[in-house]
């Protein structure tokens, strides 16, 4: 790869058949990029395709009317790619890259978790890090439960 962080933009632009809302650098050698939800395991399939092939993990953020899902990749050489996406937080369902790119398991079953995100076609989908006996529709992570926490604190002095 060892191209400049301009040089890969230009390079993903071009290439990348499907829609790219917005790319930006962060950092010295950090490529965020943008794509609809719809385009996200298509996307993923291709930065894997482009030399992007290690999946260093996913995160995701409530922001409060959606839910960010990035998607972090490196390959041999930099810079790093980070696929940026957004889901309804109303309905947070997304297909899963798993299929494709078998070390997101565990990241998606970690955001089901916390967050409540459902990735649709995951093949052993199930609870990750939460107890078996955790409350159905509670995401520990979510911008509502953060905020019943924080007032039960402060009721609880």
């Known amino acids: 790869m060892a191209e400049t962080v301009e ?23 950090e490529i965020f990029v943008t794509v609809p939800a719809t385009y996200i395991v298509a996307f993923c399939k291709f930065l894997i395709e482009q030399g992007w092939w290690h999946l260093t993990t996913i995160t995701g953020q409530d922001l409060g009317e959606s839910i960010q899902l990035l998607y972090h990749f490196n390959g041999d050489e930099s810079p790093s790619i980070t696929a940026v996406t957004e889901i309804g937080v109303d309905e947070p369902k997304i297909a899963s890259i798993t299929p494709d790119v078998p070390a ?27 107890p078996d006996d955790w409350p159905e529709g509670v995401y520990p992570l979510r911008l509502d439960e953060i905020q019943k926490r924080a007032e039960r604190d402060s009721e609880n002095g």
Do not use: C, S, W
């Open 104 to 130: 997101a398991t565990m990241y998606e079953r970690e955001i089901n978790d916390l967050l409540g995100v459902v990735f649709e076609g995951h093949p052993r989908p199930g609870r990750l890090v939460l």
């Open 7 to 29: 040089q890969t933009i230009e390079k993903l632009r071009q290439n990348y058949p499907g829609e790219i809302l917005e790319t930006r650098q962060v950092g010295l050698d």
